[in-house]
C-alpha cells in the first residue's frame, strides 16, 4: 500500500512532457501543471501557428501565456524528494536512438510497444490502449514496433499499398491499381505474402536437409579420419615389429618407412580436414540463410515481408558430394615390408657363405649412392667392387663377391608398382578443377573450370594474393597427395605441371614460372616436341606426339611421369625424387588460342 501511495504522488508531481518530477513548476489557466521548460519548449514550436496549446486537454490560448513558478506547488515537489520519492522511470522505459519512439509522447519519447498498420503510427503502452478499448480500433492491425511504416504509403497517391502487382513485382495503392497499373495481374499484398510463404517454407526445408547431410558427411569424414590415424599406427607398429627381425643395416630403412606413412598419414588427414571445413563453412553459411528465411517468414507485415523478399542472398553452390575412400590406406605398407623381409631371409639363407665371405674380406659392403667412408675402397671407381691389396695401390677385382646383386637400402624401399597400361592408370583418376583466384588475367576459364583459353583480352577477375600476375599459369583448386592421374588435352604450346602451393605468384620473375624453381615439375609442348624443366635445367624429350597427356603421381613414393595417351600408353619422362608438400596441378598457355583442357574421365 506504501508503494502505491508513492506511485500516485510520482504520477500527481509529474510533467506529462518529460515524464520526471516538476522542475520550477508553472500551471496552465486550465489548470495543468508543467515544468517551465518543457512548457516553453512546446510553445516554442507552435509559435508559427500564433496558437497555444494545452499538451494534455489541448485547450488553446491566443495570445501565448504568460507564466509565473508555481510556488507552493515547487515547495511540494521539494517535500517529496526529501521523503525519498523517485524522480522518473527507469531509463530502459525511454526510447534509444535504435528503439522504435512512441509517435504521441511530447518531450522525452518512451518506447514504442506496437506499430499500427492502419493508422501507420506507432504507441507506447499508455497511448496504446485506446486500440484495445475502442471499438473501431479494436479492427485495426497491431504488429511489433518498425521505424518502416512510412514505406507502406505509395509516394504517388500518399495512400496505403495493400495491392501486389505481379506484372511489375510491385507494391502498389489501390488507386495505382485503376491508374498506370490497369489490366496488370494484381492481388492482394496478403495473398502474395500467403504465396510467397509456401516457397519461403519450402526453401527452409531444403536448407534444413542439405544442413542434416552435410552434417552426416562431415561424422563420416571424422570418422574416416579416426580411421586413417588407427590405419597408420598399426602400420608403424607392424612395420618397426619387423623390421627388429633385419640387421643393422636396415634400421635407417625402418626410420625411412615410418617417415612415409606418417607424412601420408598427414596428407591423408589434411585433405579429410579440407574437405571437412568446407563443409562446416557451408553448414555456417546454410544456418545464417536459415536464420535470415526464419527472420522474414516470422514478419507480420506482409509490405515488409515483399519488400526484403528479393534481397535475399541465392544460396551459394553445394559442396560436391563426399567420396569416402575404402579403408585400406596403409595395409599395403605391412604387406610390402613382410614381402622384404621373406625376400631378405631368403637372400641370406641361400647367400650366407658369400655374404660372410665379402665380410671378411671387405669389412663392409658400399651403397654407391651412399658418401664412402672406408678408406679401403676406392673412391673413384663406378661399381666400387675393388679391393685394396696388401700392398699400395695394389687394387684387385673380387669378381666373387658380386656374384649375387649386393643388397643395399635402396633394395628395400617399398614395393610400389606403377600402373601400366591405360586401364590401370584411370584406377587412380582424379577429378581436378582449376581455381579461378590463381588465374592470370589473360587467361579465361571454362568447362566448368576444366579448361583455360590464352586471350588476347584481359579477363575482369578480381585481386587476389594467389593470382599470377606476370605469366599466363594457374593452379587446381585440389591438392594431390597419394597417387593420381589426370589426362589433358591441348592445342598449342603449353606447360603441364606440378608444383607446390607456396610458388612465387607476383611479378615476371624467374622464381615464378614453372620449372625455373625447385618447387615446379613441368613437361613443356612446343613446336611438336617435348622437354622437361627443373630448377632452370632443360632436358629434352624424346617420344610420339598426341594432343593429350596423362600424368600421374605417387607423392608418397615421390614418382611423378608424364605418358603420351594414344591407342597405347607411351612413358614420355619420369621423375623420382621426395615431395615434401602436397602438389597442385598447373597450366602455363604461351599465346592467343591456346588452349589446355582437364579430361573427364569418369
Known sequence: MTQKGVQLDWETFSCSICLDLLKDPVTTSCGHNYCMNCIKSHWDEEDRKNIY??????????????????????????????????????????AGAEDVACDFCTGRKLKALKSCLVCLMSY?????????????????????????LQENICSRHDEVMKIFCRTDQQLICYLCSVDEHKGHDTVTAAAERTERQKKLEGSRLNIQQRIQDREKDVQLLQQQAEAINLSADKAVEDSEEIFTELIRLLEKRSSDVKQQVRSQQKSEVSRVKELQEKLEQE????????????????????????????????????????????????????????????KLQDVLREKWTNVSLAGKAVGLVINRRQSIQDPHVRRDHKDLRCWKGPTENAYVQRPELFATPLLTLEDVSLPQPEPKTRADFLKYSREITLDPNTAHTHLLLSEGNRKATFMRQQQSYSSHPDRFTGWPQVLSRESLTGRCYWEVERRGNIDVAVTYKNISR???????????NDKSWP?????????????????????????????????????????????TMTLLHRVQTTFTQPLYAGFSLDYSGTTAELCKLK
Open 53 to 94: 496549446s494545452c499538451p494534455q486537454c489541448r485547450k488553446t490560448f491566443t495570445p501565448r501565456p504568460v507564466l509565473l513558478k508555481n510556488t507552493m506547488l515547487a515547495d511540494l515537489v521539494e517535500e517529496l524528494k526529501k521523503t525519498g520519492l523517485q524522480a522518473a522511470p527507469a531509463d530502459h522505459c525511454y
Open 506 to 516: 607476383a611479378g615476371r620473375s624467374n622464381e615464378c614460372v614453372f620449372g625455373f
Open 283 to 342: 553448414i555456417t553459411e546454410l544456418k545464417r540463410k536459415d536464420a535470415e528465411l526464419k527472420k522474414l517468414s516470422h514478419t507480420e507485415d506482409h509490405n515488409q515481408f515483399l519488400h526484403n523478399y528479393p534481397s535475399l542472398s541465392p544460396l551459394s553452390q553445394s559442396t560436391s558430394s563426399i567420396h569416402i575412400r575404402p579403408l585400406s590406406y596403409f595395409e599395403d605398407v605391412t604387406a610390402a615390408v613382410s614381402e622384404v623381409r621373406d
Open 124 to 148: 507506447c503502452d499508455q497511448h496504446l490502449q485506446p486500440h484495445y478499448d475502442v471499438h473501431q480500433l479494436k479492427k485495426h492491425k497491431l504488429v511489433e514496433p518498425s521505424k518502416k
Open 523 to 567: 613437361l613443356r609442348w612446343e613446336r611438336n616436341s617435348y622437354s622437361f624443366c627443373y630448377n632452370k635445367v632443360q632436358t629434352p624429350v624424346s617420344g610420339p606426339v598426341s594432343s593429350r597427356v596423362g600424368v600421374y603421381l605417387d607423392h608418397s613414393a615421390g614418382i611423378l611421369s608424364f605418358h603420351c595417351v594414344s591407342e
